[in-house]
């Protein structure tokens, strides 16, 4: 389990936005975001590792790396030729010099498809396997946020489900996930709605 504590606490009342990526293969889930409106103090997301699913490369150790983004305004000078700008009642909206997240495809729709293999075990266990295109680039983070976040389905027997996914070993041409199902009956499939592609403006 990774527990990540911020420098100091985030005060939007919006969660910030967590985005993560890997080395190579990165498998994780159960993510949620430490705090409360106003006071954001970090996030935690478990690693799973899969050899049945994914070989050797899943026994690796993964080497996660991730940045925080946030509606606060920025802060800071320009300096000497950067821009700053402000809107109408004299808050600051953008600053030159402010590390920004740049976003890219974000879907109109849920782009998961249902191929690549699914994992089972004992118990009946079942977690089907879901994939969507991906930018073929390992620059690119991905948001955390709602894609690997734990599902709530009611009057179920096992009502909280985790989705977990990430990237493949050696493969950013597609975006791995799965969901604990428990079965093969109806089985639920990840949230591509929300999904972004994503870089720092500024290495980190």
């Known amino acids: 389990m990774g527990d990540v504590n911020f420098p100091s606490p985030i005060t939007t009342y919006e969660r910030p936005l967590i985005f993560l990526n890997a080395s190579d293969y990165m498998m994780v889930g159960n993510f949620f975001v430490k705090g ?3 006071n954001w103090t970090g996030f935690m997301v478990r690693q799973y590792a899969n050899p049945q ?7 690796d150790y993964m080497q996660i790396k991730w940045y925080c983004a ?4 920025p802060e800071g000078s320009p ?3 950067g821009i700053s700008i402000r809107d109408a ?14 976003l890219n495809s974000q879907p109109e729709t849920n782009k998961f498809v249902s191929q690549g ?3 089972t075990g004992s118990a009946g266990y079942y977690a089907p396997s879901q994939q969507m295109p991906w930018t073929g680039s390992y620059g690119d983070f991905v948001l ?3 894609l690997l976040s734990c599902v709530n389905i009611a009057a179920t027997s096992q009502p909280i489900r985790a989705n977990f996914g990430g990237f493949l070993p050696g493969n950013r041409s597609v975006l791995q996930m799965y969901c604990d199902n428990y079965n093969g009956v109806n089985p639920i499939t990840a949230n591509g709605r929300t999904l972004f592609a994503s870089k720092p403006m500024k290495p980190i």
């Open 36 to 38: 409360s409106p106003g």
């Open 117 to 119: 293999t699914p994992i």
């Open 53 to 59: 699913a994914h070989g050797n490369a899943a026994n």
């Open 70 to 73: 946030s509606y606060l305004a």
């Open 89 to 102: 009642s004299g808050a600051r909206t953008f600053i030159t010099t402010a590390s920004l997240a740049l």
């Open 144 to 146: 955390a946020n709602a």
């Open 79 to 81: 300096g000497e030729y």
